[in-house]
């Protein structure tokens, strides 16, 4: 979000250094001034990416768990083993 702010982009691109290719190093932005809230707003900004990254982990542990329920019952059900009804009861 920072790097997006225009006034940054104007600071870090006057000290681009033009070659056949146009180069932004890592020391022209160490150099660069970043303005940070306070802590407090700062968790309070994070706070809803927090939720989203909660729902991530949450969605890829249910996925995991799904692939492997797939991979356990899928080759039982082709083979006869069981049966779909069966496997609704178990659930």
């Not at 997006?4 to 146009?22: I, K, P, S, T, Y």
């Not at 001034?33 to 706070?47: N, Q």
């Not at 729902?55 to 692939?67: A, D, M, P, Q, V």
Request: proline share 3%; charged share 35%.
């Amino acid at each position: 979000m920072w790097l997006c702010l225009d006034d940054v982009r104007q600071e870090l691109f006057a000290n681009v250094v033009h070659a056949v290719q146009a180069n932004l190093s890592l020391g022209i932005i160490s150099k660069a001034k970043i303005r940070l809230p306070k802590y407090d707003r700062l968790l309070e900004l994070f706070e809803p990416i927090d939720l989203l990254l909660d729902k991530i982990e949450h969605n890829e542990e249910e996925s995991r768990t799904l692939g492997s329920l797939r991979d356990s019952l899928l080759p039982k059900l082709m083979r006869g083993e069981v049966r779909v009804k069966d496997v609704e009861e178990i659930l």
